[in-house]
Antibody, heavy 121, light 106 residues
């Protein structure tokens, strides 16, 4: 069974940093682009970032560009999101999600259960 | 970025009803549209890809149609398990975007 398991969320002060991880299992991780999607409390889904299957390319939403960095370790089947300069509007549940195929612009067919990030003083 | 507008934002329906949700794109996305179902406290679940492709394991009462800028998700006969929020998502270009969501309630 294809699974994604996020970790690393928590409470952080404005301006602080946090690193999220997403462990993949049940599929050949290195063959797929991977994404982060977030959801503020009571709000809709917002795509955050994507990384290509071969680690060569990344893309970010304007709201996080320059503050967040997506990366992956294909030898460990793990996706990461380094979040710096956190703000209150970064609060929400962060999901990692697998692209349906190798393309970076794709439907998202496997999702983790999410990890909560709260930015507050 | 491409904007997606869903309507209605909330929909009240009864078990057995035929339900239709619309998603309009700010520019043509050909057929690169997906639909997701999300229940409270849970991750989204892919229902439809490429506008009309039914994801494996999804009941056949769900169907998608459309191309260009206008798309629909139809539930042919609403079941109790279908009460949830539904989102469309475009993947025509990088900078994936989601619609605002449609909550289907009793």
């Amino acid at each position: 069974e294809e699974q994604l398991l996020e970790s690393g969320g928590g409470l952080v002060q404005p301006g602080g940093s946090l690193r999220l991880s997403c462990a993949a299992s049940g599929f050949t991780f290195k063959n797929y682009a991977m994404n982060w999607v977030r959801q503020a409390p009571g709000k809709g889904l917002e795509w955050v970032s994507v990384i290509s299957f071969n680690v060569g390319r990344t893309h970010y939403a304007e709201a996080v560009k320059g503050r967040f960095t997506i990366s992956r370790d294909n030898s460990k089947n793990t996706l990461y999101l380094q979040m710096n300069g956190l703000r209150g509007d970064d609060t929400g549940v962060y999901y990692c999600a697998k692209s349906w195929d190798t393309a970076m612009d794709d439907a998202l067919d496997v999702w983790g259960q999410g990890t909560m990030v709260t930015v507050s003083s | 970025d491409i904007q997606l507008t869903q309507s209605p934002s909330t929909l009240s329906a009864s078990v057995g009803d035929r339900v239709t949700i619309t998603c309009r794109a700010s520019q043509s996305i050909t057929q690169w549209l997906a639909w997701y179902q999300q229940k409270p406290g849970k991750a989204p679940k892919l229902l439809i890809y490429k506008a009309s492709g039914l994801e494996s394991g999804v009941p056949s009462r769900f169907s998608g149609s459309g191309s260009g800028t206008e798309f629909t998700l139809t539930i042919s006969s609403l079941q109790p398990d279908d009460y949830a929020t539904y989102y469309c998502q475009q993947y025509n270009s990088l900078g994936l975007t989601f619609g605002g969501g449609t909550k289907v309630e009793i």
